[in-house]
């Protein structure tokens, strides 16, 4: 028996959807709720991000079969490569801690844990009958079972995408690339914290690149260490800021390429055609080279576009994130199971 106080089973490959009637692509991301509402948002959600899963569950109440079950049943799938998690409780404290911990050896494990609050924690009990219990503790078991933690929606389908598209960890050194037609200065700086602060690695360019990007863009109104602000290419025409960002894309001192994709700014300078042109290159650079490519595309006041290059992007499979803060924390997640999957 699956529930009570659930909708079930989501299984896109046989076109079985949750109550909302959507069925996206079926993919490698399995995913398990208590709560039918979570399970929800994380589906359509995932449709939209193109986050495509294998199975889902929300389980409810679990007077019969609960997480353990789920989780060990997607560990098993061969069709499932990562699984998300939101929980509120369990009945059984060390069932689950063992069952998570085996499942954490053969797949990424990404966990959100309802009720970490003394409000969530009473709502948690209303909801699915979950006994309030210490988020600290919920912490340091999710840490020595190898499991990652995330805190709500946006980072548990941030972590899922990023696991989806990569599938394990790259390496923890960045090169940004900011400012495609201006306003790179600032945004850079900003973006080197981001970075910084959730664990990336931010080394300078090497000689040999710094040296081709002045003689490309010249020294006045560039940043050409790293971050990248390659601004002054807008005077030069779109082939010379393809040739920066490849030259950036060709060092070797990075791991991944962070790259912000401002169209409120490239929109008036480029026009429509000069921005598509701009995501073509990303999407034909993704395919011809192996280091990953991700893109911020920060929100604003012409969302129905960038909706448009969202879409676009992630169809090409290239992660896209509104926010710099965001992107690296998901790359951050994606390093840590690597780092614990390599020490195990």
Not at 2 to 20: A, Q, R, S
Not at 29 to 55: C, E, L, P
Not at 111 to 118: F, I, L, N, P, Y
Not at 157 to 179: K, V
Request: charged residues 20%; glycine residues 10%.
């Amino acid at each position: 028996i699956i529930g009570p106080n659930c909708i079930g089973v989501y299984c896109p490959e046989h076109k079985i959807p949750f109550v909302m009637g959507t069925v996206g692509e079926s993919g490698p991301v399995g995913f398990v709720s208590q709560s039918g509402g979570i399970a929800t948002k994380v589906v359509t959600i995932g449709i939209t991000r193109h986050i495509n899963y294998s199975k889902a569950v929300s389980f409810g109440n679990g007077i019969d079969l609960d997480a353990s079950d789920f989780l060990q049943y997607l560990a098993a799938d061969p069709k499932t490569k990562v699984i998300g998690a939101y929980l509120e409780g369990t009945r059984d404290g060390v069932r689950l801690f063992n069952t998570m911990k085996e499942v954490a050896k053969v797949k990424p494990l990404v966990v959100w844990k309802g009720g970490r609050t003394a409000a969530g924690a009473q709502a948690a009990m209303s909801h699915t009958g979950s006994l309030a219990s210490s988020a600290a503790i919920w912490s340091a078991m999710l840490k020595q079972v190898g499991a990652i933690e995330v805190h709500g929606l946006e980072e548990l389908t941030d972590t899922l995408l990023i696991f989806q598209q990569f599938g394990h960890g790259q390496g923890t050194r960045a090169a940004i690339i900011g400012g495609l037609a201006d306003g790179g200065g600032g945004n850079s700086v900003a973006a080197g914290d981001a970075c910084m602060e959730n664990g990336l690695k931010i080394p300078p360019l090497s000689s040999e690149t710094k040296r081709k990007l002045s003689e490309l863009l010249g020294e006045v109104g560039s940043i050409l260490g790293n971050p990248v602000d390659v601004s002054q290419a807008q005077f030069r025409g779109l082939a010379t800021l393809f040739q920066a960002i490849d030259l950036v894309v060709r060092d070797t001192i990075s791991d991944v390429v962070l790259i912000q994709e401002d169209i409120e700014i490239l929109l008036p300078i480029y026009s429509a055609k000069g921005l598509e042109e701009i995501n073509e290159f990303f999407i034909e650079l993704r395919r011809r080279q192996n280091k990953p490519i991700i893109v911020v595309l920060p929100r604003g006041s012409i969302e129905a576009e960038r909706l448009q290059i969202e879409q676009r992007l992630l169809s090409a499979s290239i992660p896209v994130f509104c926010s710099m803060e965001r992107a690296a924390k998901a790359i951050s997640k994606l390093n840590q199971y690597s780092c614990r999957q390599e020490a195990v």
